[in-house]
């Protein structure tokens, strides 16, 4: 029975693995193919088409685009670890959610 019960959590824990390393992979493509898209002779609006397709992809999002300005009254902010910022204050995303039905997140070049 121990033999059994030790074979079967390996078996969970190396499924696991190869999910996790399914999606680092996925993203270390999505990555290198905008910094393909990038160092190529795209036009600009076919690489941020590209980037918002992959975020929203990525994130499972249902929309997202590209503003050149960040917006009046300021929305919940995704910080680069993955923090959300609402209104000066650090957001219990894990317990909540992100507040509202939009946030953003800051373009840095």
Avoid at 1 to 23: C, K, S
Avoid at 78 to 90: A, D, F, K, S, Y
Avoid at 91 to 107: N, S
């Amino acid at each position: 029975m121990v033999v059994g019960f030790i074979v079967t959590e390996l078996a969970a824990r190396n499924r696991h693995n190869y999910r996790a390393a399914t999606e680092e992979s996925d993203y270390v493509a999505m990555i290198h193919g905008l910094s393909e898209l990038a160092s190529g002779s795209e036009p600009t609006s076919e690489i941020v088409s590209r980037a918002a397709s992959s975020i929203r992809e990525f994130l499972n999002l249902r929309a997202c685009h590209f503003e050149e300005s960040t917006s009046e009254p300021p929305l919940a902010r995704i910080g680069p670890t993955g923090e959300v910022v609402h209104v000066g204050l650090l957001w219990p995303v894990r317990q909540i959610g992100i507040p509202g039905p939009e946030a953003e997140i800051l373009a840095r070049w």
